[in-house]
């Protein structure tokens, strides 16, 4: 079983920048796909970003431009490097391995003025 842990969230104005880490405890080479995915008060969650082992890369289209996603396999993490934050980019983010039931307790961003 593999935990995934994430860190990096806080408060920033409008317009700021933040990165997200997520650090697994074990090898993370094995999933063909890590994810970042976003949960708003009221609303469900729901992908933001994901990565695939060869680095191949998809986002949804509210943060194309504005958030990178990547993974450091050696280092067992998965990044993501959200840059013109929105008030809409408020939510929880957990980090999430496709196909397996590996989720993160998630953490706060919170885009404010």
């Known amino acids: 079983q593999v935990q995934l842990v994430e860190s990096g969230g806080g408060l920033v104005q409008p317009g700021g920048s933040l990165r997200l880490s997520c650090a697994a405890s074990?090898?993370?080479?094995?999933?063909?796909?890590m994810g970042w995915y976003r949960q708003a008060p009221g609303k469900q969650r729901a992908l933001v970003a994901e990565v695939t082992r060869g680095g191949t890369t998809n986002y949804v289209d509210s943060v194309k431009g504005r958030f990178t996603i990547s993974r450091d396999n050696g280092k067992n993490t998965v990044y993501l490097q959200m840059n013109s934050l929105k008030p809409e980019d408020t939510a929880v983010y957990y980090c999430?391995?496709?196909?397996?039931?590996?989720w993160g307790q998630g953490t706060q961003v919170t885009v404010s003025s």
């Open positions: 999430h391995g496709a196909g397996t039931s590996y």
């Open positions: 074990g090898s993370i080479f094995s999933i063909y796909s």
